[in-house]
């Protein structure tokens, strides 16, 4: 079974940040075994959605994807980002 990170940006105080994080992340991801995707704001949005810009990230298995986030590889984009984001992340096993 694959691994995924879906992650929700609640709102974004710091563009600068999140510009900065992205960068990281996409490069520690290319080492980890990250391929992202979808990335952006919803086309539609139905029942009890918010309008906000979503990103999910696909690993091989549940435990590359768990192994990925806690990595020294991966530390110094969530440095990056600080508190210019607030995000729901969520890490969830799929096929």
């Not at 990170?5 to 075994?33: C, F, H, Q």
């Amino acid at each position: 079974m694959k691994g995924y990170w879906v992650v929700s940006y609640k709102s974004i105080s710091n563009p600068a940040a999140v510009s900065e994080y992205m960068k990281r992340a996409r490069t520690a991801l290319d080492v980890l075994g990250g391929r992202v995707i979808l990335g952006g704001k919803p086309a539609k949005i139905h029942e009890a959605g918010i309008e906000q810009t979503v990103v999910v990230v696909e690993f091989e298995s549940l435990e590359q994807a768990m192994a990925a986030y806690e990595s020294d590889l991966y530390k110094p984009a969530l440095k990056a980002l600080g508190d210019g984001a607030e995000r729901d992340f969520r890490i969830v096993e799929g096929q």
